[in-house]
Nanobody, 119 residues
Framework: DVQLQASGGGLVQAGESLRLSCAASGLVLDDYVIGWFRQTPGKEREGVSCILAGDGSTYYSDSAKGRFTISSDNAKNTVHLQMNSLKPEDTGVYYC????????????WGQGTQVTVSS
């Protein structure tokens, strides 16, 4: 079974940093795109960043560019999202998800980790 375990959320002040981790089991990172999504009350789930570990290609939303860095540790089957210069609007529940390389949808989702940024 594929399982994704998200961790690393917390309560920080604006301008501080957090590092989220997504530990994957039951899949090989090289064969998947791992994405991070943010959910806030009253808003649609938003894609923040994703990585194809097999070739290192990455994507960032406009709000994440220049502040967030996604990386993969294939030896530990883990994807990290380093979030710097956090803003109150970054607040939300962050989910990691896995999409098969070449696939069209994210088939596997982690349980989410809460990020709260105070002003």
């Amino acid at each position: 079974d594929v399982q994704l375990q998200a961790s690393g959320g917390g309560l920080v002040q604006a301008g501080e940093s957090l590092r989220l981790s997504c530990a994957a089991s039951g899949l090989v990172l090289d064969d998947y795109v791992i994405g991070w999504f943010r959910q806030t009350p009253g808003k649609e789930r938003e894609g923040v960043s994703c990585i194809l570990a097999g070739d290192g290609s990455t994507y960032y939303s406009d709000s994440a560019k220049g502040r967030f860095t996604i990386s993969s540790d294939n030896a530990k089957n883990t994807v990290h999202l380093q979030m710097n210069s956090l803003k109150p609007e970054d607040t939300g529940v962050y989910y990691c998800a896995a999409r098969p390389r070449g696939g069209s949808s994210y088939d596997y989702w982690g349980q989410g980790t809460q990020v709260t940024v105070s002003s």
